[in-house]
């Protein structure tokens, strides 16, 4: 894997800058991102008149980011990010360990597997809304919203998580919050549904 115009910053306790990488060009290998004639600038700890000014530095390799594989960069350098599952876990608990925001890696995840859960309940609510008999029902009509009913709700989900992955929305909001809104509604109707039943 290659990266392109990469910086590199590292802070302090107190999130102050305390230096910062340049590199026109990275590869990926054997678990680190080796940066090409990387120029390293060290911030003095103290801005004094006079005193230890930036000190530079120029390395032709120069290894950085170990176990940040590119899929792990590309969870949190996208805006849609293409990933499986496996990576996005590695991505969370990657992001945990070295302190940084997870909000972004959990939006993912529920993208990837709470949001095709919508479905069975979905189908619920629909099952409610079926005939018994569909001599007396327009089924073409029926059958037409009924999609687009889906579809809505589909689209709900997706740009919720859409939001979530792009910081616009917390992600337990964007995505669990509705869905079990959803489960609840759907549960209601299932029980409905026994009780015309018996």
């Not at 032709?60 to 990010?81: C, G, H």
């Amino acid at each position: 894997a290659q990266a392109n115009s990469l910086r590199v910053f590292t802070l302090d306790d107190d999130k102050k800058l305390v230096s910062f990488i340049q590199a026109k060009k990275a590869f990926f290998e054997n678990n680190f991102w080796v940066l090409q004639d990387a120029k390293t600038q060290i911030l003095p700890k103290k801005w004094n008149l006079g005193g230890l000014g930036v000190v530079s530095s120029t390395q032709s390799r120069l290894p950085i980011l170990e176990n940040f594989n590119p899929k792990v960069l590309d969870s949190f350098a996208q805006a849609n990010p293409s990933i499986s599952i496996l990576d996005a876990l590695d991505s969370f608990h990657l992001l945990r360990s070295q302190g940084i925001s997870t909000d972004k890696a959990r939006a993912i995840l529920y993208s990837l597997i709470l949001v095709p859960l919508f479905v069975p309940f979905v189908a619920i609510i629909i099952c409610y809304y079926t005939p018994s008999l569909g001599r007396y029902v327009n089924l073409y009509l029926l059958g037409f919203c009924f999609i687009i009913f889906a579809l809505l709700v589909w689209g709900l989900f997706f740009a919720l998580s859409q939001f979530a992955i792009t910081d616009i929305i917390y992600p337990e909001v964007a995505v669990p919050a509705p869905l079990g809104i959803l489960v609840c509604v759907a549960i209601w109707y299932y029980v409905r549904i026994n009780k015309a039943v018996l």
